[in-house]
């Protein structure tokens, strides 16, 4: 079940009719909008979710998995972007339509940026 909460302005509803992930239903459900907390918990459910497929693997092969940073940077950086873009949509009643495009204008080219930096300066 999906908890949906009711709109800022306090009219109505924010339910939508589309699917909504589970990590962004405990989100909604532990009341985190603000932009950090919910990018914190998107990277931390990557991240969480990177290792315990490693830790999987290396159950069902009988060997130790290594697990590619690049890969798993890319993973967190991806749920940290997703955290952050739902609560920008999340907030978006009380947002202009100018600062809600370039909120999220600017999480996507971070989510972009950030593991092609790191691939640009590994050694």
Do not use: H
Not at 11 to 34: D, E, H, I, Q
């Amino acid at each position: 079940m999906v908890c949906q909460p009711v709109a800022p302005s306090g009219n109505g509803s924010t339910r939508s009719s589309g699917w909504t992930a589970p990590v962004l239903s405990v989100a909604r459900r532990l009341g985190l909008r603000g932009l950090i907390l919910t990018s914190t918990l998107g990277a931390a459910t990557a991240a969480l979710t990177v290792f315990a497929v490693a830790a999987v693997m290396a159950l069902i092969y009988g060997s130790l998995i290594q697990v590619n940073p690049d890969g798993a940077l890319l993973a967190v950086t991806v749920g940290a972007a997703t955290g952050a873009t739902y609560a920008t949509i999340y907030d978006s009643v009380d947002l202009s339509p100018t600062k809600l495009r370039w909120r999220i204008m600017i999480i996507v080219l971070v989510g972009v940026m950030i593991p092609f930096v790191a691939l640009a300066v590994r050694k």
